[in-house]
């Protein structure tokens, strides 16, 4: 079988960005398949173009279906999200329109699938030096499961955990979780302070100083998924991150 | 990274079956560790605080009994493991605490789950520890019928309806066809509706398979799948699972339902 990417290309600068981004993940799995949806047909040259040249480097088969109305795109990314192994997305920005928040939104909740959440400016590779970010619940498990396979590839992994500056000291000490060492990954420990500066900042600052290339993190929201409030961290990283963020809700 | 597969041993005359299907399992994943849980049941959860008393002798008693069955788990274990195929490394866990809730906590970390299909006749505990296993991993679990199978995953049924259950299923399931010769789609039709396309999920990731469309009829559909997955020699079954209430145990959907009590054959499920 051949792992399927689905790659949303919601704006023409970003395009050749998740592109690339895609066809990284398809080297890092090994085998397959990149399935790019665009919204406007001037996305095909960019597309054809990527294919021609990275397609064979990354044994990835590029199909592109361009969707007419911009609705219709979030439709798309629901339905061809679920059956896809991980879907490819560009990082919200603040001018936004309402339709693109919506498909972001959809990718990131509604299809069930992990999400990599490409910044504006990334160019280069990613996966050698992995950060997570991890608390011991069902959303960051959530998210590593999927990343595991990734993970295995990585020259280093960085495990980062939030404890609250001046709390009693937990019972059980904080620890690289089960969840990797049974899957044989090797992870470094950082704990981090939860202090007074929004935890996302510092989580970034750990993440940047260890020379991280992606992010591994769960994705949490709060109310009814449609109109849901983003979790700080979430929100905090989905608009500042300067690296892949790897996110599954 | 290995894969990690969860199993969960109770009683020695099932053990055999569930650690030989958890052996051929992990081995359509081309190897894993496999992490074979035994669970004794603590004393002071046996009796009704409100009627009845605990004496020490009494929970002593308990115990040994549990002790005892987990050393003849053990002792099934040890013979396991010593034949295990290549690339399988077996870990031995013995742990007090609630079945269903330790299937939850140990499972959701591991890639896959292997448990016993509860017979007709098991307690209910059997039944939740599946149901905790299903609806709160988020994972996918691979239930043993009662009938000895160890080489599975050469003739592989997928049960589709267009769905993100069976989505999910389907998903999980594309991963263990690492020896699979055949992949049969089972979709059932209701009289007069349109029939079921190839699923696009399949041919996206590029897996060649039969479609069998069958009638859904006033019978229960479940009974109709199987019998059609013996028909083509299918060893595997994969199905998406469904409950409809937070009354899990009410209200289970009826082809989940039919599979949890008859199926005879490695069945892989996912919700």
């Known amino acids: ?249 | 990274m290995t894969s990690v597969i969860l199993t969960i041993v109770d009683r020695p005359d099932s053990a055999p079956n569930v650690l030989a299907a958890a052996g051929c399992f992990a081995t359509l994943l081309n190897g894993a560790r496999v992490n074979v849980l035994a669970i004794r049941v603590p004393p002071e959860t046996t009796i009704l605080p409100t009627e009845e008393v605990l004496t020490r002798s009494h929970e002593a008693r308990l115990r040994a009994g549990e002790q005892d069955r987990v050393q003849a788990l053990r002792v099934i274990y040890d013979a396991w493991a010593k034949a295990v195929p290549q690339g399988v490394a077996p870990a031995w866990f013995d742990v007090e605490g609630l079945e269903d809730g330790l299937a939850a906590e140990w499972g959701q970390r591991a890639d896959y789950i292997v448990l016993k299909r509860p017979g007709r006749r098991d307690q209910a505990v059997d039944r939740q520890t599946v149901h905790a296993a299903l609806f709160e991993t988020d994972r996918p679990v691979l239930l043993v019928p009662p009938v000895r199978a160890d080489t599975f995953g050469r003739r592989v049924a997928i049960a589709w309806r267009d769905d993100k259950r069976a989505v999910r299923a389907v998903l999980s399931g594309l991963r263990c066809l690492s020896q699979a010769e055949r992949v049969f789609v089972l979709s059932g039709v209701r009289e007069g509706a349109a029939p079921p396309e190839f699923p696009e999920i399949l041919r996206d990731h590029g897996i060649e398979a039969e479609l069998h469309v069958l009638p859904i009829g006033s019978g229960a559909f479940g009974e109709t799948l199987l019998r059609k997955a013996h028909t083509l020699g299918a060893d595997m079954l994969v199905c998406g699972a469904f409950f409809h209430s937070p009354v899990r145990e009410l209200i289970v959907g009826g082809v989940t339902r039919y599979l949890l009590e008859h199926a005879d054959l490695p069945v892989l499920l996912r919700h």
């Open chain 1, 1 to 249: 079988m051949a792992d399927v990417i689905l790659v949303v290309l919601d704006r023409p600068e970003a395009a050749a960005g998740l592109l690339a981004a895609a066809g990284c993940i398809a080297r890092l799995t090994g085998s397959a398949r990149v399935k790019a949806l665009a919204a406007d047909p001037a996305l095909r040259p960019i597309a054809e173009c990527w294919a021609s040249e990275a397609g064979q480097a990354v044994q990835a088969a590029l199909s592109l279906d361009v969707v007419d109305a911009a609705g219709r795109l979030t439709e798309a990314v629901e339905q061809r999200g679920r059956r896809a192994d991980i879907v490819v997305v560009s990082q919200p920005l603040p001018d936004d329109s309402k339709q693109a928040r919506e498909t972001f939104r959809t990718a990131l909740f509604q299809t069930e699938r992990p999400v990599l959440v490409v910044p504006p400016a990334w160019g280069s590779a990613f996966g050698r030096r992995v950060a997570i970010a991890w608390r011991d619940d069902e959303r960051a498990i959530k998210a590593v499961m999927p990343a595991l396979r990734f993970l295995g590839h990585a020259d280093a992994v960085h495990l980062m955990t939030g404890v609250r500056a001046g709390a009693a000291k937990p019972a059980i000490p904080p620890a690289v979780p089960s969840v990797l060492i049974e899957h044989g990954i090797n992870a470094d420990l950082h704990v981090l302070p939860i202090g007074a500066a929004p935890f996302g900042e510092t989580l970034l600052a750990a993440a940047q100083a260890v020379g991280a290339d992606m992010l591994v993190m769960g994705a949490y929201a709060h109310g009814k998924l449609r109109d849901a409030i983003l979790g700080g961290l979430t929100r905090h990283v989905l608009s500042h991150a300067t690296l892949p963020a790897f996110m599954r809700h």
